[in-house]
């Protein structure tokens, strides 16, 4: 039995989300090795590189689907873009937590810091 070449409509989509993939892989991946340059850094850096490198893997496979109908290269790419994508919303929950323990933390601090000076800045 022989395969057939999927729908030219479907061809370019999967070039185009290819295309950006690719661009989007990059950034990641040198996103990811900037952050690393600290120590500290290295905790969130290591993740968006590991992201980065799954998302360009998808982009590979989603251009070897575009030129064949291969059914196993789309499941590759769904396959490695679920894995930049469960990082990414790991990174969004975290934001979000730190977001509100800023909220909680430092604004009632700077307030309380605020009205012990009266609401007014230091002078020289």
Excluded: H
């Excluded at 061809?11 to 950006?20: F, L, M």
């Amino acid at each position: 039995m022989q395969e057939s070449s999927p729908p030219t409509e479907m061809n370019e989509v999967a070039r185009s989300i290819a295309a950006d993939a690719q661009w989007t892989a990059w950034y990641t991946i040198i996103s990811g090795g900037l952050v690393c340059l600290t120590i500290i850094g290295a905790i969130i850096g290591v993740p968006l590189v590991i992201a980065g490198l799954r998302l360009k893997e998808s982009n590979e496979a989603m251009l070897s689907f575009a030129g064949s109908s291969s059914p196993e290269a789309l499941l590759e790419a769904m396959q490695k873009q679920k894995s930049y994508w469960n990082i990414q919303k790991i990174f969004i929950i975290i934001a979000l937590v730190f977001f509100v323990l800023y909220l909680v933390v430092f604004v009632p601090m700077m307030m309380t810091i605020l009205g012990k000076m009266g609401g007014a800045m230091p002078t020289e």
